[in-house]
């Protein structure tokens, strides 16, 4: 990678750190504070939803703040108030409050994840987009990681105040960070600043003629600014790409891969792990987590996005095939830790290589320049909403299915969203942004863009 370029990518990343710290935090903290405020099963599924709610409603605001101030200093907006809401959920006196710092931390993970991903794909070249962005994707396993870590060891001391506050000192690192990144060149294109782009692109790319050539390639997408909703309205093609985002984040979510994250240490706990062991059992599929991210970093620009993602719907059906196994009366309890653990360590490493990284890959290239933000919003917000849909409902299923018929349901999903995914996932490794936009502005069947001409088949 020339240039600047990786460090900025890098630097942008570290909002996905936050993201895996705020989601995997929760799992340990989750058992010590429904026992100092008696929470009662709701009440713990809405401890974890709040931050899911946050976040729905931070993706609007990080959509507008993006446009108008830039991806940068909206970055810095997201780290300040992760910062905030992690200080205050370890301060909380009452399940209330400790409500109103998840929501908080939640706005600062919907501002990060919508923004970083976003500046991660205009900066990048685009024979490592793939790569720069499923990087972020890391980040959000080390995150979770780290934090099954901290909630290990905090849980010798049974206090959940500090796994919580711990998670604030990756947010002022970030901060810090965010102050040396460059301002995105679409972004200044976008304002008129034309001069601040070519130098921002020469810090990116070094000097040379793709410089001048991708200048003109932003130019060409920039006629006439509109807003996300005009364009929604009067554009067929623009409401195929924002669908498909949608689309992707749904699946990403309804894998169930954070059913696994927020109660991994009740899976374990019914699956006859106890105490310390339990949470010790979350670091060991934290670290998978971890490895099979960088499956995805080498392979992504290399194999591409569906295959993938085909690959790892998979072997994420096959997972929850052993969870649902687990439970099974017939089943001797070292055989249902072996196939625990087992299963949700097939799982994650599924996850991690595909769904994980490739939908945030995906869902930032397909969107027109002119629309992006709009594009972008729209698909994070399905993801969170998503996302709390699944964190709120998963110990009601499970009173209600058993906890084995739950695991089954999931895995039938994932082996529905493989066809899913054949029919109307595009393959754009190695395409650049202005590319995928054009096909898509020509009506090319979403599956077929950059790898057929315009007047190939149908619309879809």
């Known amino acids: 990678m020339r240039g600047q370029a990786g460090v ?21 903290a989750l058992g010590p504070v429904a026992r100092e405020f008696h929470a009662t099963r709701l009440v713990q599924e809405w401890i974890v939803a709040a931050m899911m709610v946050g976040a729905a409603l931070g993706v609007p605001i990080a959509a507008r703040l993006s446009f108008g101030w830039g991806r940068k200093h909206t970055l810095l907006i ?13 301060m909380a006196g009452s399940v209330g409050t400790l409500i109103a710092g998840r929501v908080t931390m939640g706005l600062a993970v919907g501002i990060s994840t919508f923004t970083a991903p976003l500046y991660i794909a205009e900066i990048a070249d685009p ?23 901290s909630n290990a060891l905090f849980s010798y001391f049974d206090t959940w105040r500090w796994m919580l506050g711990i998670v604030a000192f990756p947010g002022i690192v ?4 965010v102050a040396f990144l460059p301002a995105s060149p679409r972004w200044l294109m976008m304002r008129g600043k034309r001069e601040a782009a070519r130098r921002a692109l020469q810090d990116l790319r070094g ?12 130019d060409a997408r920039l006629h006439v600014r509109t807003s996300g909703w005009a364009l929604l309205r009067r554009d067929r093609n ?6 498909l985002g949608v689309t992707l984040q749904l699946v990403q979510q309804f894998t169930g891969m954070n059913v696994v994250m927020y109660y991994a240490p009740r899976i374990l706990g019914l699956a006859g792990f106890v105490d310390h062991g339990r949470l010790w059992g979350t670091v060991i599929v934290g670290a998978v987590n971890v490895a099979a991210t960088f499956v995805a970093i080498g392979l992504v620009d290399r194999w591409g996005r569906r295959p993938l993602l085909v690959c790892g719907l998979v072997v994420m059906a096959i997972g929850m095939a052993l969870l649902g196994i687990s439970p099974s009366a017939e089943v001797r309890e070292t055989t249902a830790q072996a196939l625990a653990i087992g299963g949700m360590i097939c799982f994650v490493s599924g996850f991690a290589f595909s769904a994980g990284p490739v939908t945030w890959v995906l869902c930032a290239e397909i969107q027109p320049l002119q629309g992006r933000e709009f594009g972008v919003g729209c698909s994070t917000a399905a993801n969170w ?9 998963f110990l009601s299923l499970m009173d209600r299915l058993g906890l084995s018929a739950t695991f089954w349901l999931y895995a039938g999903l994932n082996a529905l969203f ?43």
Do not use: W
Request: hydrophobic fraction near 55%; include cysteine; charge should be positive.
């Open 8 to 28: 900025a990518s890098g630097l942008a990343s570290v909002a996905g750190l936050m993201f895996g710290l705020d989601i995997g935090v929760i799992s340990g």
């Open 78 to 90: 997201g780290a300040a108030l992760f910062v905030a809401g992690s200080l205050f959920c370890a």
């Open 127 to 149: 024979r490592h987009r793939g790569a720069m962005v499923a990087i972020y994707q890391l980040m959000i396993t080390l995150g979770i990681m780290a934090a099954f870590v």
């Open 174 to 177: 970030f901060m810090i960070g």
């Open 207 to 218: 000097q040379g003629q793709s410089v001048a050539r991708e200048l003109r390639e932003i």
């Open 238 to 243: 623009f409401r195929r790409s924002v669908a």
């Open 385 to 393: 909403v998503a996302n709390m849909i699944v964190g709120v409902s």
């Open 418 to 460: 493989v066809l899913l995914v054949a029919l109307f996932v595009p393959e754009t490794k190695g395409l650049t942004l202005e590319r995928i936009e054009r096909d898509l502005a020509a009506g090319v069947r979403l599956r077929d863009i950059g790898h057929a001409g315009p007047l190939s088949g149908g619309r879809t």
